[in-house]
């Protein structure tokens, strides 16, 4: 029975040693005699000990044998850990500041001021059985370089580094992750890539600023987000459609196609205006400055701004981009504004047209671009707000010198006091527009002057020379936006009416002295003077007097009271009189005296020694009962010539035919016998002729040296204003 229980100890001592061999053949190998031998000794005596030496013997053999029969049929490891440690090192480079200290085990290498351009990495501890590191970048204008090896660089000397892939290989990959991510220009840290994946941007231009790199065990705690590690750039779209007058809503448009019309004169009411296809998140935000109105709140994403069916025109806008679409690109547009045409380009929130002038947006392009990139056109002058303009002006008046300046329509010089403007100076402040305001001034003895502007001088100082007509006008976009009305006061006329733009005001060719002005400026289509006669020249006038026959009504010494009712009737006084009627109402001289009154009887030719006419002076008298009547005698041919020119029909004193006078003593003084009365009704300066209408004879023309003779016997004149 012994014999047969050490056999069998044999037999589980065997079963166990081969159980564990299986489980671990190193140990096995390493010390095979120990483990069985004690085994044995816990069962057996000492002469059994001796065999189970034997039998041991024999056994371990087998048994070595064994093991190394399984240690060469056993795989080789998937995955077998080093037991020394590893560093990961890495290295950055530019132009300016070369390669920088190792950075290891997720520190920062960055650039605060500068680029990344180049990059090493390298893992000390490792071998090449163990396995490497890999990695390339991309490289602007260049695109993605090949993997690099260990401590091998990638990138280029002088070219922005854009985006970089990290790789592990062999044992290494099996057991560890490599974890990185980029500091990008404009979007700060992105999140975490690993083994392999794209960190950075591509497409956008923008530069690395930091890298992070770390080495993680598998199964280990991940350094960071790993959501957004790369960006890849894509061209977003902007989409916008606008409502316009009599016509609705149009189609939608794309990407800086224009959206309006132009030509037309038809107001924008409406817009709508979205974004999709952005490589970000983020959207787009606008408003509008409506008439009557004022700046609506802000609207998103294809919500209407603006107004429908109220007839309103759109007079500015605002776009603006929100969220991360406005940190990596501009929004641009620019609008077609009534009487601006195209304004420059604004961006990202600025107010696009005009406001305060009443006018209306016609049509808008918008553009989305990347950020850096150019604007598309010129960025000066997208928004016009309106001011008022201040004109100041001021006169160098006779005996005076400089008065102080006026604006916007008062009077400057004098009235009254019969004293000549000499000099003017004009400008224009507080302009919402570009432009400047020029003047200029007719002088006597020396015409017209240059156009002088800004508040410089226009005619004399210190040469006793009056100013007699002067013009005004704006220029540049001032003349676009606003008229200048002025008018003066002038010698013998008074307050002339308005004139704007480069229309005259004053007089030429008459001798007349310009006394004060007035000017102002007015917003084009708004509230306005009047404008009425402002210039008068010495060149020529013909006035629609009436021929009344002073024969027909049977009054052969009644020229005086046809001459005048001609001149009444020409300015539509003494409508319903007839020649008769008027003379039944003419004053009659109680003593014959033609200084107080008609001496004698009109209607017949008297032969007793009454000089049978009623002067200058009674004629006006009695004139005024009828409309503005006024005695002018002794008015020069100039000042008759005025007379015409301003309009006004003039009773002039002359010979019958223009004859050589006769003359005769009379109680009252000397008289000339042979004297006659007409109305003036014109004159050509050029012809260098009168227009009369004689009573006696009808209407002609005489030439002015054969009138001013005969008129200069007497210069009597009345004038009917």
Same mark, same amino acid.
């Not at 733009?501 to 002295?513: A, H, T």
């Not at 006394?515 to 007015?522: K, N, T």
């Given at each position: 029975m012994k014999k047969n229980l050490f056999f069998g100890l044999i037999g589980i001592t065997l079963f166990f040693t081969v159980g564990t061999i299986s489980a671990s053949s190193e140990e096995v190998v390493n010390e095979p005699q120990s483990t069985v031998e004690n085994e044995i000794t816990e069962t057996t005596t000492s002469e059994q000990a001796i065999q189970s030496t034997q039998s041991t013997t024999e056994t371990t053999e087998a048994v070595t044998t064994s093991s190394e029969s399984i240690t060469e049929s056993k795989p080789e490891p998937t995955a077998e850990k080093t037991t020394a440690p590893m560093t990961l090192n890495y290295s950055i480079y530019n132009e300016q500041s070369g390669w920088q200290a190792n950075q290891s085990n997720g520190a920062v290498a960055e650039y605060p001021n500068g680029r990344i351009e180049a990059l090493k990495i390298n893992i000390e501890g490792s071998t090449a059985e163990l396995g490497t590191i890999q990695y390339r970048a991309h490289v602007a204008d260049v695109g993605w370089q090949n993997f690099a090896d260990v401590n091998s660089i990638s990138g280029i000397s002088g070219k922005r580094m854009e985006a970089v892939q990290i790789q592990l290989t062999e044992t290494l990959k099996a057991n560890y992750d490599i974890y990185y991510r980029l500091h990008v220009q404009n979007f700060g840290w992105l999140d975490w890539a690993a083994n392999g994946q794209t960190a950075g941007t591509t497409g956008f231009s923008y530069e690395i600023k930091g890298i992070q790199i770390q080495l993680v065990e598998k199964g280990q705690t991940v350094p960071g987000k790993t959501v957004r590690p790369f960006v890849q750039y894509k061209k977003p779209n902007i989409k916008y459609q606008s409502h316009i007058q009599d016509i609705g809503w149009q189609g939608i448009k794309t990407n800086g196609e224009l959206s309006g019309t132009t030509g037309q004169s038809k107001r924008m009411e409406a817009m709508k205006i979205t974004v999709d296809n952005t490589p970000v998140s983020g959207g787009i935000e606008y408003r509008s400055h409506v008439q009557d109105i004022g700046w609506q709140g802000y609207v998103t994403n294809n919500a209407m701004t603006g107004t429908m069916k109220q007839s309103k025109r759109m007079e500015a806008l605002s776009i603006r981009l929100t969220g991360e679409l406005a940190q990596h690109f501009d929004v641009y547009y620019h609008v077609h504004a009534k009487n601006f045409g195209w304004m420059d380009w604004a961006s990202n929130g600025q107010d696009a047209g005009t406001s305060g002038f009443s006018y209306q947006l016609e049509s808008i392009e918008i553009r989305l671009v990347k950020k850096g990139t150019a604007a598309p056109g010129a960025v000066k002058r997208y928004f016009v707000q309106y001011k008022q303009p201040t004109v100041t002006y001021q006169s160098h008046v006779q005996d005076k010198g400089w008065q102080a300046p006026s604006t916007n329509g008062q009077t400057n010089g004098s009235t009254g006091q019969s004293k000549r403007v000499e000099a003017i100076k004009v400008n224009v402040a507080n302009a919402p527009v570009s432009g400047s305001i020029e003047y200029r001034t007719h002088v006597q003895d020396k015409g017209w002057q240059h156009y002088v502007a800004n508040n410089q001088l226009s005619g004399t100082t210190g040469q006793s020379k009056r100013v007699e007509a002067y013009d005004i006008r704006l220029t540049g976009e001032l003349a676009k936006h606003f008229d200048v009305y002025y008018r003066g006061h002038i010698e013998k @006329?008074?307050? +002339?009416?308005?004139?704007?733009?480069?229309? @005259?005001?004053?007089? +030429?060719? $008459?001798? /007349?002295? #310009?006394? &004060?002005?007035? @000017?102002? /400026?007015?917003?084009?289509?708004? !509230?306005? *003077?009047? /404008?009425? !006669?402002? $210039?008068?020249?010495? !060149?020529? &006038?013909? #006035?629609?007097? *009436? $021929?009344i026959n002073q024969y027909a009504s049977n009054a052969p010494m009644g020229c005086e009271a046809a001459s005048l009712l001609q001149a009444l009737k020409t300015l539509g006084y003494a409508k319903n009189y007839t020649l008769t009627a008027f003379l039944n109402e003419m004053p009659i001289s109680y003593n014959n005296d033609p200084n107080n009154g008609f001496a004698g009887n009109p209607y017949i030719i008297m032969t007793n020694g009454v000089y049978q006419s009623i002067f200058a002076k009674p004629l006006a008298n009695w004139g005024t009962k009828y409309g503005n009547v006024q005695n002018i005698s002794g008015s020069s041919a100039s000042n008759l010539k005025l007379q015409l020119t301003l309009g006004r029909p003039v009773v002039v004193y002359v010979t019958y035919n223009f004859e050589s006078p006769t003359y005769g003593y009379y109680f009252w003084g000397k008289g000339v016998d042979n004297a006659h009365i007409m109305t003036l009704a014109g004159y050509n300066s050029t012809t260098k002729k009168y227009l009369v209408s004689d009573p006696a004879k009808g209407k002609y023309w005489v030439d002015y040296a054969v009138f001013e003779k005969a008129y200069n016997l007497t210069k009597g004149a009345v004038v009917v204003r």
């Open positions: @006329i008074g307050n +002339s009416g308005w004139n704007k733009n480069s229309g @005259i005001v004053g007089s +030429s060719g $008459f001798s /007349l002295r #310009l006394e &004060a002005i007035e @000017i102002q /400026l007015v917003r084009k289509n708004q !509230k306005a *003077p009047t /404008l009425s !006669k402002s $210039f008068w020249e010495n !060149k020529s &006038a013909e #006035l629609n007097v *009436p $021929f």
